[in-house]
């Protein structure tokens, strides 16, 4: 029942949901203002912008860039080993639209700003929580 899962598993809201179960399909959605067009992360109900209530998921490319990182060498978190990198990374969709997530598949030490990199999904439960790794060349 996952009792051996080291992050708390957010809970699943009519707003939130494609967010964190698009990956099943190997996408990251993100949502839209039907309104106004801009992206809105994290998930709510109204735009932030011009307060329509016409949100959507919509699927994005899921590449990205780092817009900054902490690498924890301390064990906050049970059976998450160390060091992994935290990160908020930038989507290529819209300036600004950024996620907080965790940069994987690479040498902590050599995560650096600016660095492209691209989604990849953990499942967890039917959570599949969007981590990044570099993109490939
Ligand atoms: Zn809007």
């Known amino acids: 029942m996952g ?3 080291p992050r708390t598993l957010p ?3 009519p707003h939130t949901e ?3 179960t698009g990956g099943q399909s190997g996408r990251l959605m993100i949502n839209r ?3 106004c067009h801009r ?3 994290p998930p709510v109900p109204m735009c932030p912008t011009c307060h329509s209530r016409d949100v959507t998921p919509e699927a994005v490319s899921g590449k990205a860039t780092v817009a900054s990182f902490t690498v924890n060498h301390v064990p906050w978190v049970p059976n998450l080993p ?3 990198v935290f990160a908020a990374v930038e989507l290529e969709e ?9 940069i994987v598949n690479i040498d902590p030490e050599a995560v650096s700003i600016g660095m492209a990199v691209q ?3 953990k499942q967890q439960e039917e959570i599949y929580l969007p981590l990044f790794e570099p993109q490939e060349r």
């Open 3 to 5: 009792t051996d899962s």
């Open 11 to 13: 809970d699943l809201e």
């Open 18 to 20: 494609a967010f964190w």
């Open 33 to 35: 203002c039907q309104a």
């Open 39 to 41: 992206y809105v992360h």
């Open 82 to 84: 160390v060091p992994y």
């Open 94 to 102: 819209q300036p600004g639209l950024r996620l907080s997530t965790e």
């Open 119 to 121: 989604v990849v999904f």
